[in-house]
């Protein structure tokens, strides 16, 4: 089996996609369907390692909805393959494989696992803990080589190169005399490219923009109307300073940078432009004109993803048709493995 150059990623069906996962996330996958064959998956085994709060319903229409975000954002269903995890077994049939490869003390040291389960460690799924080595299987099942995402999910990335390394050397007579040469699954390269990777709160510019922040004004939903978009950034904490200049005057004011950021990441400009433009000014001024950016490129989406939301047979037969595509790749990974490790399977 030849290694294929191919992008694999996923988002969480966990409630309102925001302008994190966009600028983060979802712009690099429309970037890479250009150059690269992708798998852009919903990773619904992901959303229930911590309880869903609205219950099985509430997960379907999550489901849905990132799906229609990965599509009216631009990625072609037809081209790229969208799926939903859950519909493709051998996601969770190579984690018990990379579940006796991977270490405790490696996944001792995620600290997502830490800030999620929080003091209440004891209590914290182990569907929570192990999350990173499934992601690491979503990946490694296509035997993935580029794999875009936030900042945020660099540690784990580096995780997932780590069990690869570690399968590989652990199997490494297997793995040749099954004719893989001298590795059978590629180190998947983290893309974390952009001016955005890491988009901020707009009540705390030194916390992430999350899904899970109780205080809605904390971020713009990807399904927010122009309104409360307009609302959210006019109410976003910044500093009484007018706009620095140069790159430099950022650096200790993070509320400010995160605007100049999201609003160079959305006209798509490096931060330097930006200042140029509006170095000076007072952010009044400043985020009138972020509103009107933001609306012009977050309304389209949001228009699409309504339409597409309301076409529930559309969309799961995106998903369908996908998860078939995904399964063949997926399996004849599986079949290797199996091979690999020594099990006994029908030919
Ligand atoms: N604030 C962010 N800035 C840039 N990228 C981000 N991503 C998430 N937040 C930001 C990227 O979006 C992709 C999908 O994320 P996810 O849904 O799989 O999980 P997450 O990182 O846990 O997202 P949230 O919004 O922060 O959810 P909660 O609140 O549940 O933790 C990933 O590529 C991620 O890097």
């Avoid at 990773?43 to 990132?66: F, Q």
């Avoid at 081209?79 to 405790?104: D, G, M, Y």
């Avoid at 140029?276 to 985020?287: L, R």
Wanted: net charge negative; aromatic share 6%.
């Amino acid at each position: 089996m030849a290694i294929i150059e191919r992008v694999f990623s996923g988002v969480q069906p966990t409630g309102n996609l925001h302008l994190g996962n966009y600028l983060g996330a979802l712009v690099n996958f429309v970037k890479l369907q250009a150059t690269y064959n992708c798998l852009y998956c919903v990773v619904d085994l992901h959303a229930i390692t911590v309880p869903v709060p609205g219950g099985p319903d509430e997960l379907r229409r999550n489901i849905r909805e990132v799906t229609a975000a990965f599509i009216a954002s631009g990625i072609d269903p037809r081209k790229q393959i969208i799926f939903n995890q859950s519909q493709v077994p051998e996601h969770a049939e190579l984690t018990w494989v990379l579940n006796c490869v991977a270490r405790l003390g490696w996944l001792n040291r995620m600290t997502q696992f830490k800030e999620k389960a929080g003091k209440d460690r004891e209590n914290a799924s182990i569907g929570l803990y192990d999350y990173p080595v499934l992601m690491a299987a979503d990946i490694l099942v296509y035997r993935a080589t580029h794999v875009p995402v936030g900042e945020d999910q660099k540690q784990h990335l580096e995780l997932s190169r780590d069990i690869a390394q570690k399968f590989n050397n652990d199997f490494s007579e297997s793995i040749a005399a099954h004719g893989h040469g001298d590795k059978f699954f590629p180190l998947p390269e983290p893309v974390i490219t952009g001016p955005a990777t890491r988009v901020m709160s707009l009540r705390d510019g030194t916390k992430k923009m999350s899904k899970s922040d109780p205080s809605d004004y904390s971020r713009i939903n990807l399904t927010d109307d122009a309104d409360a978009i307009a609302q959210k950034i006019r109410k976003a904490k910044t500093d009484p300073e007018p706009l620095p200049s140069e790159e430099k005057g950022l650096e200790t004011r993070a509320e400010a940078d995160n605007l100049v950021g999201i609003y160079a990441a959305l006209a798509g400009k490096p931060k330097s432009e930006v200042l140029c433009e509006f170095g000076g000014a007072q952010f009044s001024g400043f985020k009138s004109n972020l509103v009107d950016l933001a609306v012009a490129k977050l309304s389209p989406i949001a228009a699409e993803m309504k339409r597409l939301t309301a076409d529930e047979g559309y969309v799961d037969s995106v998903l369908i048709d996908g998860a078939d595509r995904a399964r063949a790749i997926a399996s004849e990974t599986m079949d290797a493995v199996k091979d690999i490790v020594g099990f006994i399977r029908k030919r």
